[in-house]
């Protein structure tokens, strides 16, 4: 694997007497989609900004495209933040092209990049028409445009499916796909987990400004993962040596173990056993949804039995 | 550099598409001949002193009657239009001809006039300010008969008929009647023209800077774009802006003064010294950038247009000194007031180039004034851009007298630093 394209080693920022970010982590790889998580106020916008050179940070190293983020590199990065917006009361096609040559492309170039991404985004027939005039979606998809028609290196996007119906969705999904496989590094903070289970290889997940989960999807779901396995197959799998509970859903068993069982145990048990047959067996996961409820609640309830 | 030129053409382009801005552009000179020129006409018909000469020829249609019961009237003096003063025997028949409309008024010049001096005017319809006119007629006509000199009668209603004013002051370049009120309309209508282009043009500033707070591209601007260079890619953006405004302003006016034969006859007798016109881009190019760093710095902090004009007034308090104290500058040019005002730097823009259109300054002056507009326009530049940061260009914070102090108290300890 090639070196990171960023790389945030102990951030912090302080806002006077408000400690915005305390203490975050992380590496994102070129060819990779990142999740950025965590609850409103985490500290996600702030760190986000601190990356990207906005702000100042008070401590902690960053690097982007391996060292310091000058002048030159920002052109390489696209960027879509929360609090978004275009100018309202200019066309559609003249504030992109600004905001295009801004970005380092001369006038032509934004021009004809536009027309393409304007096709591709349905907005063709409305470049001519104010900002204010084009619906929500339509402005949301303007804003994708303003920030992948540079063609950066580096795609920050924050709450990339915001106001978009499902076939837009869909569109979005695809195009941040492609731009993963074009081998651009991609950081994507959004509260849909769906969206981040279907779309990032991994994710930092920041809670109270400090990174307090950080590793592979897959691997932190099965880090997560309960103390139960999921069955499918023919017979009875009520009745199983080592499983505390077992109950039947959407046409699997989900089998909860005893404390010192693993799910080795429960597989070598089942395999014994003449009267059922296994189509499948997993270890149960949980859903990162539940994962980011409980460990954002559990740290509010540890902080509140601290206290 | 490309950015701040793209800023620059991007506020030029967005500025110019504007209606209002063209509204404002060709609608502000009417303004300014309303609440100028009309006015010193208005007050030239007015208020201008009349001699006798005028007084006779301008006397109402309508005559006066009188009852000489001190017998002094014996003869009207030579030249006067006998139709204007009418002479009854007795107040009886004196009534009778005002109530039947012969005359507008009749003098009662009682028995003991010589010694009391006491004249009665019964006037048909009572005005504390008519019937002034027709009092110094008839006190023309009892001194012509009480001294019998037609020319000491003369001299006693208008002790000055015929001064020639010459100016000891150093020599101007004005051939216009300096009686003229015409001619006080011109520093007046510089003074507005300054004021306002400097205003609107920093004004354009503010709703600028608030404008991408308020609609979220600020963010977005800030990764490709320095702060600096975007207060700085604005400031030059919109100086050219208002540098067409004024052209289109003072060109408007120079066309309107060649074709206009009529009205405007006095202002062309005007002529502005010479260099009024390098003098006064360079002031005014000083003042934009002063005032425009000033509510640009307004700007940054504002978390919308509302919030942040509530404090325009205070922060263009400076320039609108002068245009309260415009008759310093029209009566007495050089004098202490003007001099200071034109002196100071926050006043200088509007107040120098006043007096550089209607005296004869002395060059010292607007130099060091100059000199001292740049230096304090540096130093706010300098202050403003310390304002432009992302922190505040991304707050939603409101805009109070309690944030001004601590920011204001931030930079200047930052300055020190």
Known sequence: MSGPTVSLTGLCKTFGPVKAVTDVSFDVYPGEIFGLLGPNGAGKTTTIRVMLDIYRPDHGQIAVFGGRLDEGKKNRIGYLPEERGLYKDLKLEPTLVYLATLKGLDEATARKRLADWLQRFDLYDHRHKKVQDLSRGMQQKAQIIATLIHQPDLIVVDEPFLGLDPVNTRLVKTIIEEQRQAGRTIIMSTHQMYQVEALCNRIVLIDRGRSVLYGEVEQIKHDFAGNAVVVAGQGDFSQVPGALEARRENGTWHLALAPGVSSQDIFRALAARDDVKIERFEIAEPSLEDIFVSVVQGAGAGEAADA | ?417
């Open chain 2, 1 to 417: 550099m490309r950015n701040i030129g793209l800023v620059l053409r991007h506020e030029i382009k967005t500025t110019l598409e504007k209606r209002s801005f063209w509204l404002t552009t060709f609608l502000f000179p009417l303004f300014i001949i309303a609440s100028t020129v009309l006015p010193q006409l208005l007050a030239r018909d007015t208020f201008q002193e009349p001699g006798l000469d005028t007084l006779l020829a301008a006397a109402q249609p309508q005559s006066a009657g009188y009852v000489d019961a001190a017998g002094v009237i014996a003869a009207l003096p030579p030249g006067f239009p006998p139709e204007l003063l009418r002479a009854y025997p007795d107040e009886a028949s004196a009534q009778a001809a005002l109530a039947a409309g012969e005359v507008g008024q009749y003098y009662l010049i009682p028995a003991d006039f010589v010694a009391t001096g006491d004249v009665v005017l019964v006037d048909s319809h009572f005005s504390a300010f008519t019937g002034l006119d027709g009092g110094t007629l008839m006190e023309y006509v009892l001194n012509y008969n009480l001294l019998g000199d037609l020319a000491l009668a003369r001299l006693l209603i208008d002790p000055t008929p015929s001064v020639t004013m010459q100016s000891i002051a150093p020599a101007t370049q004005n051939s216009a009647d300096p009686d003229d009120p015409f001619v006080f309309a011109v520093p007046f209508a510089v003074m507005f023209i300054l004021f306002f282009a400097i205003t609107m043009s920093a004004g354009f500033m503010l709703q600028s800077v608030v404008k991408e707070k308020e609609n979220r591209t600020a963010e977005i601007l800030l990764l490709s774009v320095r702060p600096r260079e975007l207060m700085l890619g604005k400031v030059l953006g919109l100086g050219l802006v208002a540098l067409l405004q004024l052209a289109i302003w003072m060109g408007g006016g120079w066309l309107a003064l060649n074709q206009s034969g009529n009205v405007a006859t006095a202002l062309t007798d005007f002529t502005l010294p010479a260099g009024f016109a390098i003098w006064a881009v360079l002031y005014f190019l000083f003042g934009y950038i002063l005032y425009a760093s000033v509510l640009g710095a307004l700007g940054a902090l504002a978390p919308n247009v509302r919030e942040g004009t509530q404090f325009t007034f205070l922060a263009i308090l400076p320039l609108l000194v002068p245009i309260w104290l415009n008759t310093a500058f029209t009566q007495a040019p050089d004098g202490a007031l003007a001099t200071a005002l034109s002196l100071f730097p926050l006043t200088a823009p509007t107040a120098m180039v006043t007096r550089l259109s209607i005296s004869h300054v002395p060059l010292w002056q607007p130099v060091v004034s100059l000199a001292g507009l740049a230096g304090t326009t540096y130093l706010f530049v300098l202050l403003s851009g310390r304002f432009f940061r992302a922190d505040t260009l991304l707050s939603d914070a409101s805009l109070n007298w309690g944030r001004i102090v601590r920011e204001v108290r931030g930079v200047r300890l930052h300055l020190t630093a």
